[in-house]
């Protein structure tokens, strides 16, 4: 069974930093592709980040709301995804979720982690 | 500030059929596959349908999806109660300056 855990959220001053992680079990990690989605409060679903595996290139890409502020990369040995997010802004206050990128879009998701930037 | 727009909210009587649309543009749904998640409040986004028309394995046979052009839909025929959650189109986007993936801005399904 496919399994996502996020952890790492929390309460962070605007200008703070935050890493966050994700644990994933039931595949093989290292084959797949693996996104960060968040979800402001009231709003809806945005992208923001995707690592490509190793085999097809292992590069990140970003949206723009986040390009230079937030690092995304994997550990395939310890099956774990992270973000790190620097230079936080109010905007970045959200449920943050890690999921698969599959053939045919995002098919596994975790029950997602939430950060408040707050002074 | 998502580029494809989709009704903040249909509803329908239990049994009855809704549909949601996702209307984009060239760069996006006129040039890539759409995806529908569903999303209960609290839990994990769940994907529904995935290239335009595709259930993944243990989706409801009344869940069903479309794309024609720029826009794509999303029908629930015989609107059960569970099915009371917010529906989000996806799919890729070919413009640099908006995002890889992008989202609907999504609808509350609400079953009276």
């Known amino acids: 069974e496919v399994q996502l855990m996020e952890s790492g959220g929390g309460l962070v001053k605007p200008g703070g930093s935050l890493r966050l992680s994700c644990a994933a079990s039931?595949?093989?990690?290292?084959?797949?592709?693996m996104t960060w989605v968040r979800q402001a409060p009231g709003k809806g679903l945005e992208w923001v980040a995707r690592?490509?595996?190793?085999?097809?290139?292992?590069?990140?890409d970003y949206a723009a709301s986040v390009q230079d502020r937030f690092i995304i990369s994997r550990d395939d040995s310890k099956n774990t995804l992270y973000l790190d997010m620097n230079s936080l802004e109010t905007e970045d206050t959200a449920v943050y979720y890690c999921?698969?990128?599959?053939?045919?879009?995002?098919?596994?998701w975790g029950q997602g982690t939430p950060v408040t930037v707050s002074s | 500030q998502s580029v494809l727009t989709q009704p903040p909210s249909v509803s329908g009587a239990p049994g009855q059929r809704v549909t949601i649309s996702c209307t984009g543009s060239?760069?996006?749904?006129?040039?890539?596959?759409v995806h529908w998640y569903q999303h209960l409040p609290g839990s994990a986004p769940k994907l529904l349908i995935y290239?335009?028309?595709h259930r993944p394995s243990g989706v409801p046979d009344r869940f069903s999806g479309s794309k024609s052009g720029t826009s794509a839909s999303l029908a629930i025929t015989g609107l059960q109660p569970e099915d009371e959650a917010d529906y989000y189109c996806?799919?890729?986007?070919?413009?640099?300056?908006?995002?890889?993936?992008?989202f609907g801005t999504g609808t509350k399904v609400t079953v009276l």
């Open positions: 690592f490509k595996s190793k085999a097809d290139g292992g590069t990140a």
């Open positions: 290239d335009n028309i």
């Open positions: 039931g595949f093989t990690f290292s084959n797949v592709w």
């Open positions: 999921a698969t990128v599959g053939a045919a879009g995002f098919d596994y």
């Open positions: 060239s760069t996006n749904i006129g040039s890539y596959d």
């Open positions: 996806q799919t890729y986007d070919s413009n640099l300056s908006v995002s890889l993936y992008v």
